[in-house]
């Protein structure tokens, strides 16, 4: 815990002298700097255009996306593939919602609580499998969010059990994470997106990403010259468990109501692997993609054959894994890139000559 915490004190610190002391106005005539600039301003600008439903889905295509790139993390880059993520997204849920509920705790400290239980969960586990090898932590992260769910459903007394706990909506009040206008979720959601892409990418330029895609390659090799595997495994899931737990805590401030077969169900941890897989595992920008398209591909569904055809949503989700692993099995991610390249060389700005 102590290893991820210094890793992104370190890293923030470092990025903003950098950004302070390497500015350079005429930079931003480039075509791979002003286009994501253009982006973000569209991100941030055109949402107060949009109606309620709109922003609904893109609330929900950014919550994914976050839990997704989390994910990634350690099921991408690590190549520790992880099927009960959502043990640290029910515990991030349940939580802030507990200590709201009983004590009208903020869910803002809650959040904050539900980390530390989800780092001190993501190193027990790590600590029992990752000096293993084989599918230990595949079979270990499932039997851990199992295990929650259960729990969570018997211990009625305290959780209400299947019949979940409910949020009281007590008017706009940001401290208590309610708000009256879906626009605010809907900023906070795109900020725990650009967190988790950045950590992302700070993870995936550095020594510890380095040796994780070492160790997800050849792990014997790797340790052979001197990556230690438990050390940089665990801080891995580290992150990825805390970002999982925050992304838990938004949840259910903004649905108003867990309850556990919903938070800590198979099927959810299926849904960030496959955001991931569908995107591209390993890259950057792969399980936002792969949120974007997932999610919207679930809201067509819903709005064309509602509740019409039961689990037509999941026989789409299997075709379209199907088609990726044998068309596209890195992803869509390499695909997109390539042509977001060839349109920033077309664009005004560009270092490349025309006609070459």
Same mark, same amino acid.
């Given at each position: 815990? =102590?290893?991820?915490?210094?890793?992104?004190?370190?890293?923030?610190?470092?990025?903003?002298? /950098?950004?302070?002391?390497?500015?350079?106005?005429?930079?931003?005539?480039?075509?791979?700097?002003?286009?994501?600039?253009?982006?973000?301003?569209?991100?941030?600008?055109?949402?107060?255009?949009?109606? /309620?439903?709109?922003? %609904?889905?893109?609330?929900?295509?950014?919550?994914?996306?976050?839990?997704?790139?989390?994910?990634? !993390?350690?099921?991408?880059?690590?190549?520790?593939?992880?099927?009960?993520?959502?043990?640290?997204?029910? *515990?991030?849920?349940?939580?802030?919602?507990? $200590?709201?509920?009983?004590?009208?705790?903020?869910?803002?400290?809650?959040?904050?609580?539900?980390?530390?239980?989800?780092? #001190?969960?993501?190193?027990?586990?790590?600590?029992?499998?990752? +000096?293993?090898?084989?599918?230990?932590?595949?079979?270990?992260?499932?039997?851990?969010?199992?295990?929650? +769910? #259960?729990?969570?459903?018997?211990?009625?007394? *305290?959780?209400?059990?299947?019949?979940?706990?409910? !949020?009281?909506?007590?008017?706009?009040?940001?401290?208590?994470?309610?708000?009256?206008?879906?626009?605010?979720?809907?900023?906070?959601?795109?900020?725990?997106?650009?967190?988790?892409?950045?950590?992302?990418? =700070? !993870?995936?330029?550095? +020594?510890?990403? %380095?040796?994780?895609?070492?160790?997800?390659?050849?792990?014997?090799?790797?340790?052979?010259?001197?990556?230690?595997?438990?050390?940089?495994?665990?801080?891995?899931?580290?992150?990825?468990?805390?970002?999982?737990?925050?992304?838990?805590?938004?949840?259910?401030?903004?649905?108003?109501?867990?309850?556990?077969?919903?938070?800590?169900? $198979?099927?959810?941890?299926?849904?960030?692997?496959?955001?991931?897989?569908?995107?591209?595992?390993?890259?950057?920008?792969?399980?936002?993609?792969?949120?974007?398209?997932?999610?919207?591909?679930?809201?067509?569904?819903?709005?064309?054959?509602?509740?019409?055809?039961?689990?037509?949503?999941?026989?789409?989700?299997?075709?379209?894994?199907?088609?990726?692993?044998?068309?596209?099995?890195?992803?869509?991610?390499?695909?997109?890139? =390539?042509?977001?390249? /060839?349109?920033?060389?077309?664009?005004?700005?560009?270092?490349?000559?025309?006609?070459?």
């Amino acid at each position: 815990m =102590k290893e991820a915490s210094a890793f992104v004190i370190k890293s923030v610190s470092g990025d903003l002298a /950098r950004l302070v002391n390497g500015f350079n106005i005429a930079s931003l005539t480039s075509p791979r700097i002003y286009l994501p600039l253009a982006a973000l301003a569209s991100l941030i600008f055109v949402p107060p255009l949009l109606s /309620r439903y709109y922003l %609904h889905i893109l609330v929900l295509i950014f919550l994914f996306a976050a839990a997704g790139e989390a994910w990634n !993390i350690v099921g991408g880059f690590g190549g520790q593939f992880s099927l009960g993520h959502a043990a640290f997204f029910g *515990l991030g849920a349940y939580t802030s919602t507990m $200590l709201f509920h009983y004590f009208e705790l903020s869910p803002w400290l809650g959040m904050f609580l539900g980390v530390f239980f989800s780092l #001190f969960l993501s190193w027990g586990i790590g600590w029992l499998c990752f +000096r293993l090898q084989g599918p230990y932590f595949v079979i270990a992260t499932i039997a851990l969010a199992e295990v929650l +769910r #259960f729990l969570f459903l018997s211990q009625r007394w *305290l959780t209400m059990g299947a019949a979940g706990l409910s !949020i009281k909506f007590k008017g706009h009040n940001p401290w208590l994470f309610q708000f009256n206008s879906k626009l605010a979720y809907y900023y906070i959601a795109l900020a725990l997106t650009l967190i988790a892409v950045y950590t992302t990418y =700070k !993870i995936a330029s550095s +020594r510890l990403g %380095h040796s994780l895609v070492a160790l997800g390659q050849n792990q014997a090799a790797a340790e052979a010259v001197g990556v230690d595997s438990v050390k940089v495994k665990q801080t891995a899931l580290a992150v990825s468990a805390a970002l999982t737990s925050m992304c838990g805590t938004f949840y259910a401030q903004y649905t108003f109501f867990v309850d556990p077969d919903t938070v800590f169900g $198979l099927n959810l941890s299926v849904e960030f692997a496959l955001f991931a897989i569908i995107g591209g595992v390993g890259t950057l920008w792969g399980p936002v993609i792969g949120a974007l398209v997932l999610r919207l591909l679930t809201e067509y569904t819903s709005a064309s054959f509602g509740e019409g055809l039961a689990g037509i949503q999941l026989v789409i989700y299997g075709g379209l894994l199907i088609a990726m692993v044998m068309v596209k099995p890195e992803g869509l991610a390499p695909v997109l890139g =390539k042509l977001y390249n /060839r349109l920033a060389d077309l664009l005004p700005g560009s270092n490349v000559k025309k006609g070459k």
